[in-house]
Nanobody, 121 residues
């Protein structure tokens, strides 16, 4: 059974940092790339970035490039989203996701429950 569990969300002031974790079970990161997404009320889900199964190739959406960093700890089967220079518009529920097939970048089939990030001005 595949489970993705996010943690690390919370309330932070603008300019601050948070690190989100996504603990994965039932799916080896060594063969499955992972994606990070977010969704704000009234808005569509937004893709933030992905890390390939190699752990080397990482890509980001323009909206977070230079501020967010995705990494993975394959020993812990966990991926991270380091968020720096946070802005009020980063307020959202953040999700990690995994594709249904190994060695692919999508479509994302498995999703975590989400973790709330709130950035105050």
């Amino acid at each position: 059974q595949v489970q993705l569990v996010e943690s690390g969300g919370g309330l932070v002031q603008a300019g601050g940092s948070l690190r989100l974790s996504c603990a994965v079970s039932g799916l080896p990161l060594s063969s499955h790339g992972m994606g990070w997404f977010r969704q704000s009320p009234g808005k569509d889900r937004e893709f933030l970035g992905r890390i390939a199964w190699t752990g080397v190739s990482v890509s980001y959406a323009d909206s977070v490039k230079g501020r967010f960093t995705i990494s993975g700890d394959y020993g812990k089967n966990t991926v991270y989203l380091q968020m720096d220079s946070l802005k009020p518009e980063d307020t959202a529920v953040y999700y990690c996701a995994a594709p249904g097939q190994a060695y692919t970048v999508g479509p994302y089939v498995y999703w975590g429950q989400g973790t709330q990030v709130t950035v105050s001005s």
